[in-house]
């Protein structure tokens, strides 16, 4: 499948060159403990792909840690499970995007045209700060609904029949995409993002290919022992280093017209793709007070899709989303040598105020107006390396950032601005991009980190005083073998997406120490604690497994760590 899009200013594959993973700003001092280059036969291409996505997983154990060892194996629906979901799952050919999604991806070129910016004016009260993850639950359940009525599938749970997401046991992992990521050296994901609708998710890679995953069918219905292998129905090649991507946050399957994402990379001005046929549909250019181009470190749709947010060094263009090319709206983040300094790496819009939040690599975030880009505060510099990450709580009260070689995640209030409610501690060695997400209700905080653990958190165990404290995490496991750069949550059903893998290192006496490694017995001594190389994206089940008899006939659930 190397049917790659790369049309207009787009290059295909880049096989060198690769950037840092702090997207375009110098790293800081090297990774406190660099990973060992260790290139086992776990995550490379078979000969034969087994039906089944049984990917051996986790199996050695750690002091703490609950392992998950298989995918869950549910061997046919039960009474129970079946009221879970829908009565009637809808096959492959009802679902909203798999047959449009499954056509050729050769066809004619769509051209540079404005893509529309889709339906009618809704509720301000959107997140948009994640490609749509943590919208508000109203908005979250209603779309489904519409989209079901309009064409009578049951394909979507409805929302009497949604489930919710269960962090008294281990997530059990369904299937995910390894092969796919073995074909290219050192080919390490750098996160995924669930499509608003939840019918797709998007991942990014090393390779600076943008891959498009459909949502297996076969999830709806409990099937989960015959889940295969996902494979990508799209991939859209970059010219170079991925900066930021993300989803336009009216985006609606059955509506083809919304369909598009937008991506930045080193050297290329921020492209819009169509999420159908995998082409460029339009283009906007970036150019600095010297009129060269210049490439955006970060990107966020405005909540209505209106406007398209790029972050550069101390300045933020807007451009509109029906008009591409140059034109756009400056918005300095520093003025008469007031303000936030350092690169904007990372977007978050408030979900019931028109208010946006900047991250940046000094190490602080600012909120803006959305009218006029005007500094409404400034947070205060807590973080020990630049931020990489940031999300609103679905009340808007609550500001979430985390940052590179940083060890935790703060929540400052809003309604105090400089305030720190709380902090969540994580492992992040690295100048890699960790990711975190919020579900819809705002109630758990998920996050993975350089030592391959997925942390749950529940932020209503907070104290009600405000005080501020380090709150520990309801459940840990370990989701892959290297780093867990990427989670995402299904926007309204229990499924996580996480991605793994960063650049391998080898140990600086890994030469030499092969011979001095071996003892008198010619037996190599070797470091179980040493991460794998693991480049996959997974998918994994957070809701009921269905009646307790078939809960007792499973594995002992997971370790749950007290707050």
Known sequence: MSDSAGSGESGGVAGAGQDAEADGEPPHQAPASPEGDRLEGEVTSEDVVPSSAKRPRISEEEPGLEQVAKPVGMHGETPAQTGLLQEDPAPPEQSRVYAAAREPLQREDVGEEAPESGGGEEEECHQNGNGGHDAPLEEGETKPEEELNDNGSADIPSEGQRLGLDFTQNPQMLTGSWTEYSNFPENYLKGCKWAPDGSCILTNSADNVLRVYNLPPEIYSYNWDSLPEMSPVLRMAEGDTIYDYCWYPKMNSLDADTCFLASSSRDNPVHVWDAFYGEVRASFRPYNHLDELTAAHSLCFSPDGTQLYCGFDKTVRVFYTDRPGRDCEERPTVVKKQGQNGIISCFGFSPCQSVYACGSYSRCAGLYSCQDGSLLALLPTRHHGGLTHLLFSPDGNYLYTGGRKDPEILCWDLREPGEVVFSFKRNVATNQRIYFDLDQSGR??????????????????????????????????????????GISIHPFMPLLATSSGQRQFPSPGESEGDSASEGEGGEAVASPQEPRQDNALSLWWAGPLGPPAAEASQEPSTEVVEA
């Open 444 to 485: 758990y905080l998920l996050s993975g980190d350089t030592e391959r653990v997925v942390s749950v958190w529940d932020t209503q165990a907070a104290p009600p005083d405000g005080t501020e404290q380090l709150l520990q995490p309801q459940l840990r496991f370990q989701a892959h073998w290297d780093c867990t750069n």
